[in-house]
């Protein structure tokens, strides 16, 4: 990756960018159907949720989910509700309040803002049943994005390497001088079959947490 300058950075979205709190989503969304937890357990669901997320990312049975927002609602209603001491109401009421609760994580503005002073262009590629460029407004972090490519979009789902096509025609950029960053080692990872570099990190739970961005700001030659 030193030999040539990366001009375009290309990041997943949850549990990269962005996660989610999870007392303030499964916490609020308990209280508003006055259901009470026991200590621990907001932070206890939200694990499994993503976890469950995680496991079936790449799994054909749920490809579907990330091509169509009406997919997409019943899937995660499905997924909500596997887990222990998660009923309808809850699942719900989660369902309702998910894009509220994402945050992004403690180096995610100094990141992506350090890239685009340094001239690198920078890609959102997610799978994805639903307009996450929301929370990215939200935030005030939707300028920083060049382009988002979505599942939903684009109709190709990760690790089908047309998503990374997609992009890159997008951003006309090339795939030797593009780096993927995301969490997932089979879905992410998929960018290797586009030409694309990937660096997998570690999953890190709390948006509260840095999310070891200096990999992505080293590799792509950037000022820390």
């Not at 969304?29 to 997320?53: K, P, Y």
């Not at 993927?180 to 990872?189: Q, R, S």
Request: hydrophobic share 45%; glycine share 8%.
């Amino acid at each position: 990756m030193t030999a040539r300058r990366v001009t375009t950075v290309l990041f997943d979205f949850a549990w990269t960018l962005f996660a989610r709190d999870s007392e303030r989503w499964v916490g609020n969304a308990a209280a508003s159907i006055d259901r009470t937890l026991a200590v621990g357990e907001a932070h206890r669901i939200a694990g499994d949720f993503a976890e469950l997320l995680r496991e079936t990312a790449t799994d054909p049975a749920h490809i579907a989910r990330d091509l169509d927002p009406r997919v997409w609602d019943r899937a995660i209603l499905a997924v909500l509700e596997q887990i222990p001491g998660v009923d309808q109401a809850l699942a719900s009421a989660m369902h309702e309040t998910h894009a509220e609760a994402v945050e992004p994580y403690a180096d995610t503005v100094a990141t992506l803002s350090a890239l685009r002073d340094s001239g690198v262009r920078i890609g959102v590629v997610s799978n994805v049943g639903w307009d996450i460029r929301t929370c990215f407004a939200r935030h005030g972090l939707d300028g920083y994005v060049d382009a988002f490519v979505l599942s939903y979009e684009v109709g190709f789902v990760k690790p089908d390497p047309l998503i990374w096509v997609a992009a890159l025609e997008t951003l006309d950029a090339a795939p030797g001088q593009t780096l993927m960053v995301g969490d997932h080692p089979a879905g992410d990872g998929g960018s290797v079959a586009a030409g694309i570099p990937a660096l997998i990190l570690p999953m890190v739970d709390s948006p509260a947490q840095k999310r070891g961005f200096e990999y992505v700001l080293r590799l792509a030659q950037v000022p820390s």
